[in-house]
């Protein structure tokens, strides 16, 4: 075997590219045809299905191909070659369908008939030069030693798929991370060019294996039993995949790299069948039995895996809980690591027994007599069995009976081909009693096995839904019931009850909680004056609808890119200009499990207006040949597999397309979770195709971002207040006065493009997000850098993005409900109206401590304690809770404040502090640079460096000195915050390029 181990480094070299070519081509189709489950099964069907055709192809030309590892060295350079014209060929496709096709069609199934023939003209091509490789290379070794067939098939197989399970990996955390899409292919062809070159050199000549008529007299039977077994095991093993990836998502999570480490350890349990077959194959006396007792074990050990869910789930529970809720780089790579250990521990034992069947059967028909292209037929009919498998599962057996019976169902044919081969070679045996006693004992063991996995062993939707990926619970707590769960075609979808009179429901998906409501708001003995109960997501989903409405109040036409729990969509058909909505969901069972919410969600349902269409949002809108007032995208987290699509610079261009002139996208993201660095990626991406946008926070750490392709968004309209429809949504968040909406906006384009202008932007060809996001949720990251931007105590939006908020409501909200997305407004108000009267009772959540220390600081002052610093850095401890939200000129406080440190005779660096302070709010050029340098001729540290480069910049641009600002920005911007805070270092950072511009 050592003097081919050049030849199976080779193909172990193209077990490493194929498998990458598998991935990033699917990323570029399905970024085509979209991600539905439909459009997932198809494009592995392409995959599948071309290279069935070129293995098939292959063992029909084999006999004429003289130099076969030469021939093989040929296809892999052309492969190569193929890959690096992919991206171009890609972009060029896409492009002529979407501007010239697709338009001319008008929408319907014209449109899907193009875009999978395109894909089809795209992919099938290398997937056939990609099936003939095994049967070319394996005829090349064969024909010098065909005495040792099954070793040399079983080494083949076992280096390439290893190849293959060390590709998953590669492509997915290393490659496509550092190189983007492109770069990927490139690397992936330069293995495949390398692989030529050596290949190329061999001109070796030996004679094809040809048909041994005498040997193979009689086999036709066999034959035919074989190729069905190398079908049925590829029709069992990617049932088998399809149940557990889906099992296995809701463990480990969904993400992409999730599915990377589930597919490098499938294929690695191949490998490891048929590293463990080479050496014993060539001893069986009875292969055929073999077989067929691996067979059985095959569904047998598919069966015993389905109970160990529990240990995978403990497992990871341990993992984390273990952590003490410190999440570092070292616990995420043991994570890494403990997850493919898992993805084994579940897959391995059946995997391991699939990887010795190929191999086996390919074996006996060699030498059973049958010529060497039976090589590409046992390999084409595996590949066509393992398409079936993918659409059986995947669109038609896991909606109808769930995972659980689909690995159950593939189980079964396992035992039916293994039983047939079991007493198929009793028939042929001289002594055939032994054999057919064994059948009948595994028979009987198999059937008891079969009714094991079908009615003893329980998949509990109380683990799976417990998010364990996520904060290591291995089980939801006692006081949740299951209220539904289904086995959708592209998730699991669960719906959990709270059971106590509030009624709080929650909605899962594949394991993660997707939202939440409270359907009795006034639970009993609940205070009126805590106002109506509510979930923590609630205020998001309602102002994820509200918000897009105020700044196109005449919408007619809109799309809701998610369903979610169907409030968002209640609340956008609560607008009586609404003439339409189409409500894109990819998973039906959402729509199905959100009725749990009613009526909360009523109009989503009962509204003639909803129109739903079950469908990946790109392709939904490459067929819908319509525009939109409004485009709402309010996917799920887009650290899970397919969503971070959705935030890239493409879809956003196309999304273009599908808009009305002024018409808007209202992009919701999550700030928990994610990097700063990663959000910026979205922004960017945003930046460049948008002419302007305002971003609102909607939740604790969730944003909106209302962006228009032409033109200026324009100021949010008050009309929505007055829609008789909207009025309860608007009264569960206390929203009453345009003020408070106002008070959302963080940050606009014209304050951030100029630091966005360069940022690497997410995009299909870099798919930063997807590659980063999984990691962020795991260490827990929350983005702070727009935060930063709110809070900062200075007039930011007003004077760098140049939009005026109108004031917040002197009473805030009006009651003590929970003050949710207005927290810190609701603060600033109540800190003044506790100013004015202590008796005044506030919401649990309002902190009134800066101004309790500040009337304690106030009375030592007064009483003649003369201790100015306490006093000061009290004083600033209100004044920066009240700045970002409240103007100051008419305010007791304020008037107090500059009143006591005159009449006490405070020393000249606070009255110039304070006088600061207050031109900054006032936005008063002239007198906030004179006491800048009043503060500076003093030496004074009263004033913060980050404070004072603000300062600074704001009275130059207020001032329209450009030259001043550019100088300023060089001289006093740089450094100033704290490297250690992300969010706060990339907000100075934003200001500093918005000054220096």
């Not at 900054?920 to 980050?946: V, Y």
Request: glycine content about 8%.
């Amino acid at each position: 075997m050592a003097r081919y181990a050049p030849l199976f480094l080779l193909f172990f070299l193209s077990g490493i590219s194929g498998l990458i070519y598998e991935s990033i081509w699917s990323r570029y189709i399905k970024q085509f045809v979209g991600s539905a489950a439909t459009a997932q099964v198809l494009v592995l069907s392409l995959f599948m299905g071309g290279m069935a055709l070129g293995s098939l192809l292959a063992s029909r030309k084999l006999a004429g191909v003289r130099r076969p590892v030469r021939a093989y060295g040929l296809i892999e350079g052309g492969i190569g070659l193929y890959a690096l014209a992919f991206p171009w060929l890609s972009e060029l496709a896409m492009r002529v369908c979407y501007d010239h096709v697709f338009p001319g069609l008008g929408g319907g199934f014209a449109v899907e008939a193009i875009k999978w023939s395109v894909a089809g003209l795209l992919i099938l091509p290398p997937c056939v030069l990609l099936g003939m490789t095994f049967p070319l290379m394996s005829a090349g070794i064969l024909r010098r030693d065909p005495e040792r067939s099954g070793e040399i098939l079983s080494f083949l197989y076992f280096t390439n798929s290893i190849g293959a399970a060390l590709g998953a990996l590669l492509s997915g955390f290393v490659l496509v991370a550092n190189f983007g899409l492109p770069g990927t292919l490139a690397c992936a062809a330069g293995l495949n060019i390398v692989i030529a070159a050596i290949a190329f050199a061999h001109r070796r000549e030996h004679a094809p294996i040809v048909e041994d008529t005498a040997a193979s007299a009689g086999t036709d039977d066999l034959v035919k039993l074989l190729l069905l077994v190398a079908f049925g095991t590829g029709l069992s093993s990617f049932m088998y995949e399809i149940g557990w990836i889906r099992l296995l998502s809701m463990i480990i999570g969904s993400a992409t790299h999730s599915f990377e480490v589930m597919l490098s350890a499938f294929v690695f349990g191949l490998a490891l069948g048929g590293l463990w077959v080479r050496k014993r194959m060539d001893k069986f006396k009875r292969p055929e039995l073999v077989l067929g007792i691996v067979q059985l074990i095959m569904g047998v050990a598919a069966i015993a895996t389905l109970p160990a869910y529990q240990w995978a789930v403990e497992a990871i529970g341990w993992l984390l809980v273990d952590s003490q809720g410190a999440r570092t780089e070292a616990l995420w790579q043991q994570f890494n690591v403990l997850r493919y250990a898992l993805c084994l521990l579940i897959m391995f034992p059946a995997t391991f027994c699939a990887g010795m069947t190929l191999p086996l059967i390919t074996h006996v028909l060699l030498r059973r007599g049958q010529p060497e292209g039976v090589i590409g037929r046992v390999y084409g009919f595996n590949t066509f069995g393992a398409i079936a498998g993918a659409v059986l599962a995947g669109l038609v057996l896991m909606p109808l009976i769930g995972l659980q019976r689909v690995i159950v169902l593939g189980a079964a044919v396992n035992v039916a081909l293994g039983l047939a081969l079991v007493f198929g070679d009793a028939r042929r045996a001289k002594n055939p009693a032994k054999i057919r006693s064994f059948g009948r004992i595994a028979a009987g063991s198999s059937l008891l096995t079969l009714a094991f996995g079908l009615f003893v062993v329980k998949i509990d939707p109380m683990v799976l839904s417990a998010t364990v990926f996520r904060n290591g619970r291995t089980r939801l707590p006692e006081g949740f019931e299951l209220l539904s769960y289904v086995d959708g075609r592209t998730a699991s979808v669960s719906v959990i009850r709270l059971t106590d009179d509030r009624e709080y429901r929650v909605i899962y998906t594949n394991g993660k909680p997707d939202a939440s409501v409270v359907l009795n708001r006034y639970p009993k003995d609940r205070d009126p004056e805590l106002g109506p109960d509510f979930a923590g997501d609630e205020p998001n989903q309602v102002l994820v609808g509200v918000l897009p409405l105020m700044a196109r109040p005449q919408a007619t036409d809109v799309a809701l890119i998610g369903f979610g729990s169907g409030v968002t969509a209640h609340v956008l058909l609560g607008s009586p200009t609404l003439q339409r909505l189409d409500t894109i969901e990819i998973e039906r069972e959402m729509v199905t499990g959100s009725r749990n919410f009613y009526p909360a969600n009523a109009r989503a349902y009962d509204d003639p207006r909803n129109h739903f269409w079950f469908d990946d949002a790109k392709a939904y809108f490459a067929g819908a040949a319509r525009q939109f007032d409004i485009i709402v995208s309010e996917p799920t987290n887009p650290w899970v597999s397919g969503v971070s699509s959705l935030f890239t610079v493409e879809f956003y261009r196309e999304a273009k397309r599908y808009l009305k002139p002024g018409g808007i996208l209202a992009q919701w993201l999550q700030g928990y979770e994610l990097s700063d660095e990663l959000l910026l990626t979205v922004l960017a991406a945003l930046d460049q195709e948008f002419s302007d946008y305002q971003i609102l926070r909607v939740g604790a750490s969730d944003w909106v971002i209302l962006s228009v392709a032409d033109g200026e968004l324009g100021r949010l309209s008050e009309q929505p207040f007055a829609w008789e429809a909207m009025k309860p949504e608007l009264q569960l968040l206390g929203l009453h006065d345009i003020g408070q909406v106002d008070n959302l906006i963080v940050a606009n384009r014209r304050m951030l493009h100029p630091f966005l202008t360069g940022r690497p932007a997410n995009s299909d060809a870099m798919p930063l997000l997807d590659t980063g996001a999984e990691k962020a949720r795991f260490l827990k990251e929350s983005a702070g850098f727009l935060h930063r931007i709110r809070w900062t105590p200075a007039p930011l939006l007003e004077v760098l993005g140049g939009v005026e908020r109108r004031p917040y409501p002197a009473e805030g909200i009006g009651d003590r409900r929970d003050p949710h997305v207005f927290e810190e407004a609701e603060t600033a108000v109540a800190l003044l109206r506790f100013y004015a009267d202590p008796t005044l009772r506030f919401a649990e959540d309002i902190s009134l401590t800066s101004m309790n220390q500040w009337i304690d600081e106030q009375r030592r002052i007064v009483a003649g304690i003369d201790d100015w610093n306490a006093w000061v850095e009290a004083t600033y401890g209100v004044y920066i809770n009240l700045v970002p939200h409240v103007r100051l000129d008419d305010v007791a406080w304020w008037k107090e404040v500059r009143d006591t440190a005159r009449d006490h005779h405070a020393a000249p660096e606070v009255l110039a502090f304070l006088d600061a302070l207050d031109a900054l709010q006032a936005r008063d050029p002239a007198r906030l640079r004179a006491r800048l340098d009043e503060l500076d001729g003093q030496r004074s540290k009263l004033l913060t460096k980050g404070m004072r480069a603000i300062s600074g910049m704001v009275a130059r641009e207020l001032a329209d000195d450009a030259p001043g600002r550019r100088e300023w920005a060089a001289s006093n911007m740089e450094g100033v915050a704290d490297a250690e805070l992300r969010g706060e270092r990339l907000a100075y950072e934003a200001l500093r390029a918005y000054a220096s511009r």
